[in-house]
């Protein structure tokens, strides 16, 4: 069982740039997210989704978009990146028990932006 | 705002010697406390949930507690493989989002 998978695993961008961050999972779960971690900074929520055709935003959205047009897959487009968005970045998933509870995580990307 | 704070940042431990962590926390009506597990290079994974104070939960050499305003994540006679950064989480009524804290990074030297 793959569980949620993210690619690539790590890139490098430069200003300007855009670029998609892939997610896809096989659990059949109904919760995605998108979460970005700074180093000695908590986890901090981009965007969310409660099943397909239905996106939120999270904490920190600006200058990324999502789409969710799959159960299995849920992206992450960076329009215009900036050092700003400098960091790792997490997919995870959920059932639908209700939003937020256990996550399952991928491996994660790791993106500079020089 | 909900807030988390972990405490300590970091914590040496020899194996086998117990030792606690501190998620402290500030919620307008908590409706749950997330303990997750994170090894390096990769992405944290689930240990426990935690709804109301006075709840326990364990898992092999950690139990998790919960009170009004913190939650202690207790590690009985760790190995070396519990070495990694524990991310404490909190989720209020009505808020759609986890907030997380910065996470207590143990390091067990056998």
């Known amino acids: 069982n793959a569980g949620v998978t993210q690619t690539p695993k790590f890139r490098i961008l430069k200003i300007g740039q855009s670029m998609t961050l892939q997610c896809a999972q096989d659990m059949n779960h109904n919760y995605m997210y998108w979460y970005r971690q700074d180093p000695g900074m908590g986890l901090k929520l981009i965007y969310y989704s409660v099943g397909a055709g239905i996106t939120d935003k999270g904490e920190v959205p600006n200058g990324y978009n999502v789409s969710r047009s799959t159960t299995e897959d849920f992206p992450l487009r960076l329009e215009l990146a900036a050092p700003s968005q400098t960091s790792v970045y997490f997919c995870?998933?959920?059932?639908?028990?209700?939003?937020?509870?256990?996550?399952?995580f991928g491996s994660g990307t790791q993106l500079s932006v020089l | 705002e909900d807030q988390v704070t972990q405490s300590p940042e970091a914590l040496r431990l020899q194996e086998g010697e117990s030792s606690s962590l501190n998620c402290s926390y500030t919620?307008?009506?908590?409706?749950?406390l997330f303990w997750y597990r994170q090894d390096p290079g990769k992405g944290p994974e689930f240990l426990f949930t935690?709804?109301?104070a006075g709840e326990e939960k364990e898992k092999e050499r950690l139990k998790a507690t919960l009170t009004k305003k913190e939650s202690f994540l207790h590690i009985t006679a760790p190995k070396p493989e519990d070495s990694a950064t524990y991310l404490c989480a909190v989720q209020a009524y009505g808020n759609n989002r986890l907030a997380f804290g910065k996470g207590n990074q143990v390091v067990v030297i056998p």
């Open positions: 919620v307008s009506g908590l409706r749950g």
């Open positions: 995870a998933s959920s059932k639908g028990q209700g939003l937020n509870e256990k996550l399952f």
């Open positions: 935690l709804y109301s």
